[in-house]
């Protein structure tokens, strides 16, 4: 079974799922490390599902540094949403950080699943309430824990993840310099050994 078809079951809780009409809506598309899905103030024209890899959304400050605010691992949803919904230009870009496979699903068609299979309406629901939930709760760590307890919990919750991601991007994700990341990480380390 796809493994959208199998998430949309376990976040629905639904058997009865037409996988076949369901994943007609979408287009299966492959990326190379480092390529770009979507570029900042280009228009956002794709919602994508990560069937293998990782994908980061980020944008570029003012002073020319790339802040990630997102990632999407398997299963995991990404696209600038306000403007896919709205059709205007993306606040953001998405980068794929290995090789990955997306499923990609237009604004049309997007429309067309949510009207001709009632089922995703509850679906994308439940996927924006968790969403919402998880960037709250980052919101919160961050501005309420020290640096070094928050990389701890991120580390011990997520322990795969944070190998995934490349170091410079995975620090300006938590909000911490490379250099300051680094120190945690051999702190990490050090204090497993003894």
């Known amino acids: 079974m796809h493994p959208l078809i199998q998430h949309i079951q376990v976040m629905t809780g639904s058997r009865e799922i037409d996988g076949e009409k369901i994943l007609s809506f979408f287009d299966t598309q492959s990326f190379r490390k480092k390529d770009l899905l979507q570029e900042e103030d280009k228009l956002c024209t794709a919602y994508f599902f990560v069937v293998k890899g990782c994908l980061r959304l980020f944008f570029t400050d003012n002073n020319g540094l790339e802040q990630t605010l ?3 691992l398997e299963n995991w949803w990404m696209t600038d949403l306000d403007a896919f919904r709205s059709g205007r230009r993306s606040a953001y870009s998405i ?3 290995e090789a990955t496979e997306v499923l990609a699903l237009n604004a049309k068609n997007y ?3 949510l009207e001709e299979i009632p089922l995703m309406e509850k679906y994308f629901r439940l996927m924006y309430e968790r969403a919402y939930a998880a960037s709250l709760h980052r919101v919160r760590m961050i501005s309420r824990m020290p640096k070094n307890e928050f990389y701890e919990l991120f580390a011990s919750k ?3 993840f944070a190998q ?8 300006s994700f938590l909000g911490f310099t490379p250099e300051y990341l680094s120190e945690l990480r051999k702190k990490r380390t050090e204090n497993r050994h003894i």
């Open 111 to 113: 429309a067309l699943l």
């Open 95 to 97: 980068q794929a950080l």
């Open 158 to 160: 997520y322990p795969e």
């Open 70 to 72: 997102q990632f999407a």
């Open 164 to 171: 995934r991601i490349p170091q410079k991007i995975l620090a």
